[in-house]
């Protein structure tokens, strides 16, 4: 059964870092993406990757501080977050589609989510 495992959340400070690891398992994905929710917000788009293509996918308020990488042969996707502001403060949540029904900056193209993982950033 197709599905997608999220690990590397913790703590960090204001200025920080942490990666992020996404494991996908089961299907061949088209595209995997990163989401986040923070507390009492809606699901955001954080940024996307296309598996068998070296496009990627950001949000002005990610780019240049966030980077999205992969390696195909471990079925893995990474987002490299540097320079971590508390409003990253959320959870996030790593997404698959072999099959996307929309532009895969949006979480309707995923059909495959992860349970999440807690990134906190404060002082």
């Known amino acids: 059964q197709a599905h997608v495992e999220e690990s590397g959340g913790g703590w960090a400070q204001p200025g920080g870092a942490l990666r992020l690891t996404c494991i996908a398992s089961g299907l061949t994905p088209y595209a995997v993406g990163w989401f986040r929710q923070a507390p009492e917000k809606e699901r955001e788009f954080v940024q996307a990757?296309?598996?068998?293509?070296?496009?990627?996918f950001t949000t002005s308020t990610t780019s240049g501080r966030f980077a999205i990488s992969k390696d195909t042969a471990l079925n893995a996707v990474y987002l490299q977050m540097n320079d971590l502001r508390p409003d990253d403060t959320g959870v996030y949540y790593c997404a698959a589609t072999a099959r996307p029904l929309a532009p895969v900056t949006t979480a309707r193209a995923y059909d495959i989510w992860g349970q999440g993982t807690q990134v906190t950033v404060s002082s």
């Open positions: 990757t296309l598996w068998h293509a070296h496009s990627t």
